[in-house]
């Protein structure tokens, strides 16, 4: 009996493993498709998959994309597909969005980012239909 509870528990750890390793490659292929929107995914699968609450949800999907983002920019620079004067002034602003947006992170209640994130989501879905 002990060791039927063990492969069980070992069995629902591999496709644990498996379906975060699928999700990992569905949020890769939307970020180096669009250079981007992976958090879109992200976000919804590690709140349903690993139980985790939004704000940590959030954190860890920015973790999670940070160096997706970086190996992306590395192959469009390669490329030549990036235009230096956009990169460095949507760039700081970036920069300085991350800072500001991962500070109010850490001091909004997490049901406010709930909401916020589905307003820019149905602000996206909407955009992309018009």
């Known amino acids: 009996m002990i060791m039927k509870k063990s ?3 070992k069995n629902g750890l591999l496709k644990k ?3 975060l390793t699928a999700i990992g490659m569905i949020i890769g ?5 669009f250079g981007g929107g992976g958090g879109m995914v992200c976000v919804p ?8 609450d939004n704000k940590h949800a959030h954190a860890t999907a920015i973790a999670v994309i940070f160096p997706l983002s970086l190996v992306s ?6 490329k030549g597909a990036i235009q230096s004067l956009p ?3 949507v760039g700081l602003g970036v ?3 991350g800072i500001i947006g991962s500070i109010a992170l850490k001091i909004l209640p997490g049901k406010i980012v709930r909401i916020v994130f589905a307003f820019v989501m149905l602000a996206g879905g909407i955009r ?3």
């Open 73 to 78: 920019c590395a192959i469009y620079i390669f």
């Open 95 to 97: 920069l300085l969005g």
């Open 29 to 33: 292929l939307l970020n180096g498709f």
């Open 45 to 52: 699968a590690l709140e349903r998959v690993l139980k985790l």
């Open 7 to 9: 492969f069980l528990k």
């Open 128 to 130: 992309l239909l018009i």
């Open 17 to 19: 493993r498996l379906l």
């Open 87 to 89: 990169l460095l002034t």
